[in-house]
């Protein structure tokens, strides 16, 4: 019989998995794997069960938000060669990553999909000692998720971000960086950047990235320069909205297979949702299909774009969004920004 470790965050998401863990471990069962149940204990917990045990295991899936995904992959780049497939059961607040690889936010219709699935290789970013499978970024917007409170979370949902992402509006500031990627050099003063492999970062569809492939060693990388005044400002959060940022002087993007960022004082960085570190020079790697994934599969092949993937997308998947992706698809933001302005 095969071996199944489950690795649980029970403090992840406004629903608590317990729920449906019977079931779901019926359904491990049923498929022959033995399931091994190890709730995480602390934020670096899964990491360390992973890096220990995960290779006499022939599957590890791990239940939780973005957070205990990439906790989990860090032990999982860490556990030497004897490397074994991922499987991933969202039950955060966002789930970026789950929206990326259209995973259900359903716990026991994802279950069915690691189940049904097959093997697929995706690259894994590398900043310094730390690992993320979607995004690395600093400036307006990126300690949304760490900062917002897990309270608020439970109560508002996906709208708690909201309130958070208001305020860092009104106290933007501004780091001046040099940034080379694969040659390519850039200097300024910006507000934003973000090296990512994601079709989906804080709940939000990544409309300006529009060709993300998530096996092909290249990162999307999108940098944000500091408007000079108000309506600079409200231009860019309208083109972030709308998909609209082709030739505007305000935004670069780039692909590319390795980032440098210098800045003369430290900078905050957020990786996968957490915390990643006050730093003044960051080199970050693109490991090219470095994590082995078990996934739906009825999955179609990574190397789509984001608007086809869209136009295929299987709605019942989605069907744990929240309000708040209605607000922003709409371009309901507006009246909370001119309410601000």
């Known amino acids: 019989m095969k071996k199944l470790l ?7 998401g ?39 045990d995960g290779a ?12 205990t995904l990439e906790n989990t992959v860090c032990g999982y780049m860490k556990m030497g060669e004897n490397k074994v497939p991922i499987g991933y059961i969202p039950v955060g607040t966002t789930n970026d990553f789950a929206r990326s690889m259209k995973i259900s936010r359903k716990p026991v219709e994802a279950a069915k999909q690691i189940i049904s699935g097959s093997k697929y290789y995706i690259d894994v970013g590398r900043m310094e000692d730390k ?34 992402a208001l305020k860092s509006i009104a106290n933007f500031k501004s780091y001046k960086i040099k940034a080379e990627m694969d040659g390519i050099v850039i200097t300024g003063d910006y507000i934003y950047a973000m090296i990512t492999n994601s079709f989906s970062v804080a709940g939000f569809k990544l409309r300006g990235a529009k060709h993300v492939v998530l096996d092909d060693g290249k990162f999307d990388c999108l940098f ?17 909205l709308t998909n609209d940022i082709d030739d ?32 003044e020079k960051v ?19 990574l190397d789509s774009s984001t608007e086809e993937i869209a136009a295929t997308e299987d709605t019942s998947i989605n069907d744990y969004d929240d309000d708040f992706d209605e607000v922003f698809d709409k371009g309901d933001f507006d009246e909370e920004y001119n309410a601000w302005k």
């Open 6 to 12: 489950f690795i649980i965050n029970p403090k992840a």
């Open 14 to 52: 406004k629903s608590a998995i317990k729920n449906d863990l019977f079931e779901i471990i019926r359904l491990f069962n049923e498929a022959e794997y033995e399931v091994i149940v190890y709730m995480t204990k602390g934020p670096d917990d899964a990491e360390r069960k992973v890096i220990a």
């Open 56 to 67: 006499n295991y022939d599957l590890i899936v791990c239940a939780g938000g973005d957070g």
């Open 131 to 164: 690992y993320f499978i979607y995004i690395a970024a600093f400036g307006m917007f990126t300690d949304i998720s760490y900062s917002t409170k897990q309270s608020l979370k439970k109560v508002m949902g996906h709208s708690a971000y909201m309130v958070e």
């Open 224 to 240: 944000i320069k500091m408007p000079q005044n108000v309506a600079e400002l409200q231009k860019i959060v309208s083109c972030m």
């Open 248 to 279: 505007n002087e305000l935004f670069f993007e780039c692909k590319a297979s390795k980032v440098t960022i210098e800045c003369e004082e430290p900078i905050p960085w957020t990786i996968d949702g957490e915390f990643g570190g006050n730093r």
């Open 283 to 301: 080199t970050i790697h693109n490991d090219e299909k470095a994590i082995c994934l078990w996934l739906n599969q009825n999955y179609q092949t």
